[in-house]
């Protein structure tokens, strides 16, 4: 029987938010993206 790796189970998740990944949250909702894509899908 293999062992399970201990870090890989889920850990993730209750790690701290890095500004990174803030501030792609932040622009998620700021810009809007179908707006956006909408109006460079000509070029």
């Known amino acids: ?3 399970s790796r201990f870090a890989g189970t889920g850990f993730k998740r209750y790690g701290k938010t890095t500004r990174r990944a803030a ?3 932040e622009m998620e909702q700021v810009i809007p993206w179908g707006e956006l894509c909408a ?3 000509p070029v």
Do not use: K, V, W, Y
Request: net charge neutral.
């Open 39 to 41: 109006s460079i899908e």
């Open 23 to 25: 501030f792609l949250a």
């Open 1 to 3: 029987m293999r062992q």
